[in-house]
């Protein structure tokens, strides 16, 4: 990200902040990895970070529930305690295990991890670190089971990580159906919870995916999730690695989710 466009998101950010133009409702905080080998790398959270971002988390007082916990009251069922928040973390990189667990044991907090099936326990890890170094790698099931055995919740991200837009409908069913059948006999345990891989989803890949047996998934919209939101349109808050500890509790006011709109519409926009 340029250094004009970092600064100008952030005034934005403590504008819309300041102006109190944040939705109420679940914030669920997308994270993908917590390591100090890529500190260029947006998708990766230095250890440093992370640990600063759970305890600002911790000490704001905002209710961190499992988001799997969270559904009941996002259908009305259940009162959502205000600035309630979820984490998740994508993909299922080994150290979401060896580095972000302990930290959030540190804070007593439970988190969704979406991993691709296919690639747990494997020797390849995803195409963007494909070729980095072996702190690269994937999780494997014993890792996957001790953390469900510690109190997470394992969801589905597919079993390739492809765009789900994009893949025939008999892909599309197995890229679904064949994650959830992964996870359950690996660990005993049906997943409830599933995230689009790249986010990309359709009123199609929805059916496709509540038809396998899942009950809410998660996007890339940003935002929060009050009560009666469509489970299968979660919306999310993405960490990068680049934020600040200000930029940090800018995302859990809700002051970027404007910005986040407006930028993914001009992708969108932009796109061949």
Known sequence: ???????????????????????????????HRVNDGH????????????????????????????LAHALPALGGAAPLPAGAVALTFDDGFEDNYSTALPILHRFGFTATFFIVTGAIGG????????GCCAADRMLDWEQVLSLRARGHTIG??????RELTRVTAAELRE?????????????????????????????????????AGFEAACTVRPGVNPPGTEPFVLRRTEISGDDTSEDFRLKLEGGFDTWHRFWQRAQAAWAP
């Open 123 to 130: 020797t390849e890890t995803l195409d963007r670190y494909r």
């Open 1 to 31: 990200m340029t250094t004009g466009r970092r600064i100008l998101r952030r005034a934005l950010a403590r504008t819309f902040a300041l102006a109190g133009t944040g939705e109420s409702g679940l914030r669920i905080l997308t994270y």
């Open 175 to 211: 890229e679904a159906e064949g994650c959830r059948r992964d996870i359950d006999e690996r660990t005993g345990e049906s997943p409830r919870l599933f995230c689009y891989p790249r986010g990309q989803e359709s009123v199609g890949v929805r059916q496709v995916v509540a038809a």
């Open 156 to 161: 589905g991200h597919g079993r390739t990580h």
């Open 39 to 66: 500190p260029h790398d947006r998708l990766s959270v230095t250890s440093r970070a992370f640990t600063d971002q759970m305890d600002a988390l911790a000490s704001s007082g905002r209710p961190v529930l499992p």
